[in-house]
């Protein structure tokens, strides 16, 4: 998507910390990073949101899963423990209509329901 700031930063186009990729995924810093650990982990093919996969995205589902792991073990997270959130749409927050997973830690983080 010509326009989408994610897009721009998986074709290079805007810098961006990065600390894990592939041929699928990505993840970089958080811009405004809310906890020590703030990254972010999108797929490289310009999806809204979530809801968007489904089963053809078997590949891509397996390496979003992947990077999680791959994240919390290399800022160190995976030891002390650490959130995964995507938000969907306007009433969850989502500021970025590109699917991305946050991964919060390295401080001890509120309960969050809502
Ligand atoms: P959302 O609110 O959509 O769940 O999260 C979007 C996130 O993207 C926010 O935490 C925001 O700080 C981050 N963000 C927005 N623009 C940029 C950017 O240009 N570079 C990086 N690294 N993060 C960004
Ligand atoms: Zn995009």
Do not use: W
Not at 63 to 78: D, F, H, M, R, S
Not at 94 to 110: C, N, S
């Amino acid at each position: 998507m010509e326009s989408c700031v994610f897009c721009k930063i998986v074709r290079r186009e805007l810098p961006s910390t990065i600390l894990y990729e592939n041929e699928h995924v990505m993840a970089f810093e958080d811009i405004a990073k809310m906890a020590p650990t703030h990254v972010l982990i999108i797929p490289k093919t310009h999806l809204q949101s979530v809801v968007e996969l489904d089963s053809a995205d078997g590949t891509l589902l397996t390496a979003l899963q992947e990077a999680v792991v791959a994240v919390a073990k290399i800022t160190g997270v995976y030891e002390t423990g650490f959130r995964v959130i995507t938000n969907v749409g306007e009433e969850a927050g989502q500021t970025v209509f590109h699917l991305h997973y946050h991964i919060l830690g390295g401080r001890k983080l509120e309960v969050l329901l809502g």
